[in-house]
């Protein structure tokens, strides 16, 4: 069974990057820039603001790191961005989602320029994906898809199913699944909390991507001998012997699905750091223009 290792791929990613921004550097270029926008002070939400900064820096990319504070008014957080929007020096815009109930996460979405939206959640990129046309792929999809290139997983002609159907990363997935590209040519299945059957469902598939959000839920008896695994759920479960006082759990039994799969993604190490990669490409692609 192969392990398809976050750590391995997304470092293939980062080095080509790397790469382009040294060029650039030595032609006395400006270096792409992400500004990221942080609302509030949740937990997870630090952690992942935390770590795309980072690997801005480990790449060459240049960043920002706006906090704004968790009962700020919405209209506070619009004026941000409309004014990150005129910026030339920045390439890339992220809202860091979930945002306090008071502010509408659609509005936010829908202020961001579709040149700058490097998480590809603004309708007219979504749109473009739907058609099969450039844009910015939302994150975590685009990084699966970078994991799938890595590891040379065939994808064409293969029945995929896809548990999940949210706008960040489970309808994404199965449009990209389904699309006349590469990683793609999928027949996919798209689950969600009403499916029926989701056992037999999910029996008939060569590619699973779990992304629903509930720990240890695709079981070994749910996988087809030789399936591809792919983890996307992050969940902390508390845990009192962990340093943190909990652990991060995906949807996939791990354990089991071993058993079965001919190639798995783990968490954490897996799907996490690829969206980061999927991000880092975005805001290179925003800084070259779409
Ligand atoms: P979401 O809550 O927006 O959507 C969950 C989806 O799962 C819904 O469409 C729902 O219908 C479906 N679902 C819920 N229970 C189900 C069930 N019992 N059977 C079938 N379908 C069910 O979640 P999301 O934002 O798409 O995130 C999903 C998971 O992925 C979460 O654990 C999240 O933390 C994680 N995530 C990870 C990354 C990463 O980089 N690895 C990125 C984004 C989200």
Redesign the pocket.
Known sequence: MLVLDGKIAAAAVKATLLEQTQTLKAAGKRMPHLAAILVGNNGASETYVASKVKNCEETGFGSSLYRLEADVEESVLLAKIAELNKDPNCDGILVQLPLPKHIKESKVIEAIDPTKDVDGFHPVNVGRLVQGLNTFIPA?PYGIILMLEHYNIETKGKNAVV????N???RPMSILLSSNIAQGNCTVTI???H?KN?KEVCLGADIIVA????PN?LTGDMIKPGAVIID????RVEDTTAKKGFRIKG?VNYEEACTKASAITPVPGG??LM?IAGLLKNTMKAYQGL
Do not use: N, Y
């Not at 992304?211 to 509930?214: D, E, I, N, Q, T």
């Open positions: 975590t548990i999940g159907r949210s960040i990363v489970g689950c969600h909390s499916t989701l992304a629903l959000g509930v839920f996307v759920g992050i969940t949807d799907v996490g969206t």
